[in-house]
């Protein structure tokens, strides 16, 4: 089978840094993304990282140690905007997508 | 706006009953995807289409079952509806060439009384 695990909450103030971390076990490995979704909201596509390493997009960034079955994602600059939840996820065979639980981001003033 | 679009937004219906939800995916899109999330199992991949062929299972039920049609467009069936199937239901599309981003709908509420 396939599992994820990655933190249910993060606590953080505005104009700080946070990591989200995530664990992985699975087969067919293609990568993994990372995806927002706010209250109410549908996921929305953060980054992707198929090799190791770290990929920035803005004040977002996400890495990947393929051999650890780990990445984290890195938010920077925080702002109440970002409160929301973030998804890892395993890409597989087909572009098919495995979640983990998700971690609920606050961001406090 | 992801382009993607999802009727209906809600929908309240009765145990036992059966339900069509609808997906049209982006216009440049082939590829098609249900997840279905709920409190207690989180976001889970149901099914993938492709030009209108089934790609891949996940989890989903006998009760459950999709198409995409020749438009492109895809429905997901439920069927004998529990009340463990009150749940969020989205699709999501990407293009052809095995792109890794999706772009989900908004999705379908479900609530089964």
Redesign the interface.
């Known amino acids: 089978g396939q599992s994820l695990e990655q933190p249910s909450e993060v606590t953080a103030v505005e104009g700080a840094i946070v990591q989200i971390n995530c664990t992985y076990q699975t087969s067919g490995f293609y990568?993994l993304?990372w995806y927002q979704q706010h209250d109410g909201?549908?996921?929305?596509?953060l980054s992707?990282n198929?090799l190791d390493g770290l990929e920035e997009t803005g004040r977002f960034s996400s890495f990947l140690s393929r051999s650890d079955s780990y990445g984290y994602l890195l938010l920077q600059e925080l702002q109440m905007k970002d409160s929301a939840s973030y998804?890892c996820a395993v890409?597989?065979?087909?572009?098919?997508?495995?979640?983990?639980?998700?971690t609920r981001l606050m961001v406090k003033p | 706006d992801?382009g993607v679009t999802q009727t209906p937004k809600h929908l309240i219906t009765a145990t036992g009953q059966r339900v069509t939800l609808r997906c049209s995916p982006r216009s440049e899109d082939l590829?098609v995807?249900w997840?279905q999330q709920s409190l207690d199992q989180?976001?889970?991949?149901l099914i993938?289409y492709?030009n209108g062929e089934e790609?891949?299972k996940?989890n989903i039920l006998e009760r459950f079952s999709a198409q995409q049609f020749p438009d492109l467009h895809s429905e997901l069936n439920l069927s004998s509806l529990e009340l463990g199937d009150s749940a969020l239901y989205?699709c999501?599309s990407?293009v052809a060439g095995?792109?890794?981003?999706?772009?989900?709908?908004?999705?379908t509420r479900l609530t089964v009384l």
Not at chain 1, 41 to 45: D, H, K, L, N, V
Not at chain 2, 98 to 107: A, R, W, Y
């Open positions: 990568g993304s909201g549908a996921p929305t596509f992707y198929a998804f890409n597989n065979a087909g572009n098919m997508l495995t979640f983990g639980g998700g | 992801s590829s995807y997840y989180g976001l889970q991949f993938h492709y790609r891949a996940g989205f999501a990407s095995g792109s890794n981003e999706q772009f989900f709908g908004p999705g």
